[in-house]
């Protein structure tokens, strides 16, 4: 089955350590985005990349880096200069620039 | 900047009885405009999108929307709803290449 994959679905860390979240897609997708979702706020865009080993800050890049290596493959640190990182993480992938898919999610929570 | 204003945080309906949840939108030119929704803790799943051409389209799970230009709208309905549709809806619309999501409608079903 064609999709897109997070793990884990729940984290926990400390205050003041990095955390990085997986996310793989069998899709072909040339695209692949990450998003933060708060109650109330909808989604957000932290990165995005439109191609391999290029990629763009989205509106709240601040304490968060990515890195594209391979087309499946989109994984977002989360850094100790992240002032409030608790928050429901979700990644999507694209072929045509808008129609995106989503994964089921990581939910972080840092205490 | 386009922006998406879902003017509903939360709406109740009846199982069985119509719905219709409001997305307006600010933008110059034909939008790119969609529909999702995300179960409690989920991922988002597309309902149905619009590119141009007839202004009412069908999605999954009997929803359709209508276009309205002249409102700057994109009504998300379903003649009969069920006990399942319970979840949280968001309207999108594509801006130079990235999707901006309104603030998203909890839809709640009474029996």
């Known amino acids: 089955d064609g999709g897109i994959t997070q793990s884990p679905k729940y984290l926990f860390r400390k205050e003041g350590q990095n955390v990085t979240l997986s996310c793989e897609q069998n899709l072909n997708h040339d695209a692949m985005y990450w998003y933060r979702q708060d109650p109330g706020q909808g989604l957000r865009l932290i990165y995005y990349s439109q191609i391999v080993n290029d990629f763009q800050k989205g509106d709240i890049a601040e304490g968060y880096s990515v890195s594209r290596e391979k087309k499946e493959s989109f994984p977002l640190t989360v850094t100790s200069a992240q002032k409030n990182p608790t928050a429901f993480y979700l990644c999507?992938?694209?072929?045509?620039?808008?129609?995106?898919?989503f994964g089921p999610g990581t939910r972080l929570t840092v205490t | 900047a386009q922006s998406v204003t879902q003017p509903d945080i939360h709406i109740t309906v009846s199982e069985g009885a119509s719905l219709e949840l409001r997305c307006n939108y600010s933008?110059?030119?034909?939008?790119?405009l969609f529909w999702y929704v995300q179960s409690p803790g989920q991922g988002l799943q597309l309902l149905l999108k619009y590119f141009s051409g007839d202004t009412l389209v069908q999605g999954i799970k009997g929803f359709e929307a209508e276009f309205k230009r002249s409102q700057s709208s994109f009504n998300l309905r379903k003649p009969s709803v069920h006990w399942s549709d319970a979840a949280e809806y968001f309207c999108?619309?594509?801006?130079?290449?990235?999707?901006?999501f309104g603030k998203g409608t909890k839809l709640s079903v009474k029996p």
């Open positions: 999108a619309v594509g801006e130079s290449g990235n999707l901006i």
């Open positions: 933008y110059g030119a034909t939008p790119y």
């Open positions: 999507a992938s694209s072929m045509d620039r808008y129609e995106q898919y």
